[in-house]
């Protein structure tokens, strides 16, 4: 059987990268892809660059945006 990492797709990377980003308790270092999975672990780091941005945007929630 195999992993659901291995099942991820570049999507889904990228959005578990985005939402770890957006979480200043996560790095980079966090990523669950290994070097093998070059092409998920580029996903889920420019997922996790996106979040980190986001987060000093301000929202529509916070009236403004």
């Given at each position: 059987?195999?992993?659901?990492?291995s099942?991820?797709t570049?999507d889904?990377?990228h959005?578990?990268?985005e939402?770890?980003g957006s979480d200043?308790?996560?790095?980079?270092?966090?990523?669950?892809y290994l070097?093998d999975?070059?092409?998920?672990?580029g996903?889920?780091l420019d997922?996790?660059?996106?979040g980190?941005?986001?987060?000093?945007?301000p929202?529509?929630a916070d009236?403004?945006?």
């Amino acid at each position: 059987m195999s992993s659901s990492k291995s099942a991820d797709t570049l999507d889904l990377a990228h959005a578990k990268g985005e939402l770890a980003g957006s979480d200043l308790r996560q790095s980079a270092r966090d990523c669950p892809y290994l070097h093998d999975q070059r092409e998920l672990r580029g996903a889920w780091l420019d997922g996790f660059s996106r979040g980190r941005v986001d987060m000093g945007k301000p929202t529509l929630a916070d009236g403004h945006g």
